[in-house]
Antibody
Framework: QLQLQESGPGLVKPSETLSLTCTVS??????????WGWIRQPPGKGLEWIGS???????YYNPSLKSRVTISVDTSKNQFSLKLSSVTAADTAVYYC??????????????WGQGTLVTVSS | QSVLTQPPSVSAAPGQKVTISCSGS????????VSWYQQLPGTAPKLLIY???KRPSGIPDRFSGSKSGTSATLGITGLQTGDEADYYC????????????FGGGTKLTVL
């Protein structure tokens, strides 16, 4: 059974960089046909895709966040990570890591982590 | 403002049927597969429908999906109080900046 678990600080100061890691267990992050990604949900609001990465390092980013986002992968640890720079209160959200099936394009998000709340506040 | 448009809320009585719409364009729904997600209160989203109308293992056949042109629809029959949740559609957007998009979400209330 594939499991994903987010980890990282729950509180980040404005203007600093938010850093989260997703650890994948029960399966290999190097599986073909899957990208791995980050999705966030501000309190009381909807889902927003942040970006995704393939085990080879190929990435896709949400155009609205692209200038501030970096997603990386560490296949030796079966982990992938998110860095979001210059955060503001608007970046306060529950951050989910998840796996998406990909065949020329993303198809469906079939496995999700439980999510972690990150608050941006001084 | 989401690229995919969903009604903010729908409601129906237990045992009844409800549909949730998701409207997009030719760059997203019109030329890509649609998936649907159920988010129960306080939990992570869960895949409900993929490839427009397929159900993952374990999802009851009370849940169905369809697509026509640039719109998709989620149907739920035999409503149960446990179906009360937020529902999101999602798909790939093949526009200039290829990316994934979600609908704004629909809150289902089972009266």
């Amino acid at each position: 059974q594939l499991q994903l678990q987010e980890s990282g600080p729950g509180l980040v100061k404005p203007s600093e960089t938010l850093s989260l890691t997703c650890t994948v267990s029960g399966g290999s992050i190097s599986s073909s046909s899957y990208y791995w990604g980050w999705i966030r949900q501000p309190p009381g609001k909807g889902l927003e895709w942040i970006g995704s990465i393939y085990y080879s390092g190929s990435t896709y980013y949400n155009p609205s966040l692209k200038s501030r986002v970096t997603i990386s992968v560490d296949t030796s640890k079966n982990q992938f990570s998110l860095k979001l720079s210059s955060v503001t209160a608007a970046d306060t959200a529950v951050y989910y890591c998840a796996r998406v099936t990909s065949v020329l394009r993303f198809l469906e998000w079939s496995s999700w982590g439980q999510g972690t709340l990150v608050t941006v506040s001084s | 403002q989401s690229v995919l448009t969903q009604p903010p809320s729908v409601s129906a009585a237990p045992g009844q049927k409800v549909t949730i719409s998701c409207s997009g364009s030719s760059s997203n729904i019109g030329n890509n597969y649609v998936s649907w997600y159920q988010q129960l209160p306080g939990t992570a989203p869960k895949l409900l429908i993929y490839d427009n109308n397929k159900r993952p293992s374990g999802i009851p056949d009370r849940f169905s999906g369809s697509k026509s042109g640039t719109s998709a629809t989620l149907g739920i029959t035999g409503l149960q109080t446990g179906d009360e949740a937020d529902y999101y559609c999602g798909t790939w957007d093949s526009s200039l900046s290829a990316n994934w998009v979600f609908g704004g979400g629909t809150k289902l209330t089972v009266l």
